[in-house]
């Protein structure tokens, strides 16, 4: 299992992923064929230029990789395609997990105030109602599925793997670039979320608010609480 959720590199690209991408010029075109000519220095300079213009550039390399005959093609358009979509926080050059989503971003249609109260019980919250938007769960769920760690609905992992975190982020990282999101807006946001990372801790949702039992494991994890004032719940009655 720890293989294949560490198999982050793996290359997912759905059917509509270029839907709002811009056509690729001749000169794209031509570059991109350029990666399987017999000189190296040619390969080598077309794909540097490739990398350069980026966005521009993403639809055509999708087409490649989906169409060109040419293994070296293929392969090459796989790897710039995948590096533009693959921001890392430059606080410490890691992604950060999808649960430090800003609140107001993972919440879009917010939360009640009892959905995430610190009692004598500890740094509880209760479960989630299915009328709490949760965008994070949404993308963690995805991430499982993308990762194949999901059979009959029901997922291999529990809620606070990170490296599953890791990839769900990497997914919203995708969502944004392509429609056509700037780079460096998002990785504005990314680094909020690292710093989020290191400030923050999350509350503990549970069905059992008044004596709770160690089942934070199977829910996602609530809503953020500074690690000063997290205190870690009393599982029990």
């Known amino acids: 299992m720890n293989s294949i959720i560490l ?33 190296f220095k040619v390969r080598e300079k077309a794909d540097k230029e490739l990398l350069e213009l ?5 639809k055509g390399l999708a087409d490649a990789i989906k169409n060109s005959e040419d293994a070296e093609i293929r392969s090459r358009a796989v ?8 921001l890392g926080s430059d606080k410490d050059n890691l992604r950060p997990g999808i649960w430090h989503l800003n609140e107001k971003t993972r919440f879009p249609n917010g939360i009640k105030p009892e959905f995430a ?21 949404e993308y963690y ?11 009959n609905g029901v997922g291999e992992v529990g809620w606070q793997n990170e ?7 990497y997914l919203y ?13 998002v990785k504005k946001y990314l680094n909020l979320m690292a710093d989020n990372a290191k400030k923050y801790d999350h509350y503990y949702q549970t069905d059992n608010i008044e004596t709770p039992i160690n089942d934070w494991h199977q829910l996602p994890p609530g809503p953020m609480i500074e690690k000063g004032k997290f205190r870690e719940p009393s599982w029990g009655p």
Request: aromatic share 10%; proline share 3%; net charge positive.
């Open 7 to 39: 198999a982050l590199g793996i290359f997912f690209m759905q059917d509509n992923e270029t839907a709002f991408m811009p056509e690729p010029t001749k000169e794209i075109k031509a570059l991109i064929l350029q990666l399987g000519d017999d000189s």
């Open 79 to 86: 790897r710039i395609y995948q590096s533009y979509f693959n």
């Open 117 to 137: 109260t610190q009692d004598f019980m500890g740094s509880v919250c209760k479960t989630f109602g299915k009328e709490v938007k949760d965008v994070a769960r």
């Open 141 to 151: 769920e995805r991430a499982m599925i993308d990762l194949k760690l999901v059979k």
């Open 54 to 58: 980026g966005w521009p550039a993403l």
């Open 173 to 185: 990282i995708k969502d944004q670039l392509k429609v056509g999101k700037k780079r460096e807006d």
């Open 163 to 169: 490296d599953v975190a890791r990839h769900a982020t």
